[in-house]
């Protein structure tokens, strides 16, 4: 299976701290996405990194991928108690396809 | 503001009995996708359109169907709901010209409960 897992599962952290998510994959990739889930919400696309690229910010936010590796991390600068989420990675797996397949998700508590 | 629109929230039927989930879109793309979340896990993908090709997922049950009347529309049943049929289920839209993937837009799901 392509699905990603993410690490950790669960994450708790004091406000203003920052917090690391990492996503490891299996195949190869056309691009890696992350998308933010409140609870009992649909998610909320973050940030798109492609292949070819190594690093992207997005505010306070920056991801980075490693394509040798088969993995990514996104990067929560100064967290706040609204960051307080589940975030999925999801990847597209070839040029044109336009399915995404999630990640298992990290689920990140900010303590105020 | 150009949205994903998911109606109803909250659903509630009987074991073995039809249901409609309903999903709208002002966005004018062309993709639409259904998924199931089940708690504490990913969305996976049951089927989606591309226009107006639908595109099943080889493990969708074939208690789940779709039905795409137009653009802005797209409906998914469960024709015979089962206990394990219980999740939210997520509607998502994307423009994708081939060959450049895009970000999706998600409605706010519909929990479907099943008693």
């Known amino acids: 299976s392509q699905q990603g897992e993410e690490d950790p599962q669960a994450l708790s952290i004091q406000e203003g701290e920052n917090a690391t998510m990492n996503c490891s994959y299996k195949?190869?990739?056309?691009?890696l996405q992350w998308y933010r889930q409140n609870s009992g919400r649909g998610l909320v696309h973050l940030i798109l990194?492609?292949?070819?690229?190594r690093e992207k910010h997005s505010g306070r936010l920056r991801v980075t991928l490693d394509t040798s590796k088969k993995s990514s991390s996104l990067l929560i600068t100064a967290s706040r108690a609204a960051d307080t989420a589940s975030y999925f990675c999801?990847?597209?797996?070839?040029?044109?396809?336009?399915?995404?397949?999630f990640g298992t998700g990290t689920r990140l508590t900010i303590i105020p | 503001d150009a949205m994903v629109i998911q109606n109803p929230r909250y659903q509630v039927t009987q074991f073995g009995k039809p249901v409609t989930l309903s999903c709208s879109q002002t966005?004018?793309?062309?993709?639409m996708y259904w998924y199931q979340q089940k708690s504490s896990q990913a969305p996976k993908l049951l089927f989606h359109?591309?226009?107006?090709?639908?595109?099943n997922e080889a493990d969708t049950p074939d208690n789940f169907q779709s039905r795409r009347p137009n653009t802005s529309f797209c409906f998914l049943d469960i024709r015979s709901p089962g206990l394990g049929d219980a999740a939210m289920y997520l509607c998502?839209?994307?423009?994708?010209?081939?060959?450049?993937?895009?970000?999706?837009?998600f409605g706010d799901g519909t929990r479907l409960s099943i008693l």
């Open positions: 195949t190869s990739i056309n691009n």
């Open positions: 990194i492609r292949s070819n690229e």
């Open positions: 998502a839209t994307s423009i994708q010209p081939r060959g450049n993937n895009q970000p999706q837009h």
């Open positions: 999801a990847t597209t797996l070839n040029f044109g396809n336009e399915k995404l397949t």
């Open positions: 359109y591309y226009d107006k090709d639908f595109n």
């Open positions: 966005l004018n793309h062309n993709v």
